[in-house]
């Protein structure tokens, strides 16, 4: 079992750039792929990005591609979600998810392990 704790959220401007951490606990972080995830006010929760358990293959869902970027530290047990160029539309609660796989995944369902979230807004 993973516990997962995010961090890095925050108040930004349009245009501004936050980059959110995702803990994990455990000895065998590596055993596991990482997706974020988020959910704005009022809406249902959407795939950002994913992460393969080495770090080696990556996906990002449309609308943060060119400007998010996933990567791991399997030394530090942390996934990193670097975003940049950010928009009020980014405004969100960002989970971090994980699952005992090789590939990460968009699909939220496919994820056993989730954190409690943390939250971005970026002001117009």
């Known amino acids: 079992q993973v516990q997962l704790v995010e961090s890095g959220g925050g108040l930004v401007q349009a245009g501004g750039s936050l980059r959110l951490a995702c803990a994990a606990s455990?000895?065998?972080?590596?055993?596991?792929?990482i997706g974020w995830f988020r959910q704005g006010p009022g809406k249902e929760r959407e795939s950002v990005a994913a992460i393969s358990r080495s770090g080696g293959n990556t996906e990002y869902a449309d609308s943060v591609k060119g400007r998010f970027t996933i990567s791991r530290d399997n030394a530090k047990n942390t996934v990193y979600l670097q975003m940049n160029s950010l928009k009020p539309e980014d405004t969100a609660v960002y989970y971090c998810?994980?699952?005992?796989?090789?590939?990460?995944?968009?699909?939220?369902?496919?994820?056993?392990?989730w954190g409690q979230g943390t939250q971005v807004t970026v002001s117009s």
């Open positions: 998810a994980a699952r005992v796989s090789v590939f990460g995944s968009l699909i939220h369902g496919s994820y056993d392990y």
């Open positions: 455990g000895r065998t972080f590596s055993s596991y792929a």
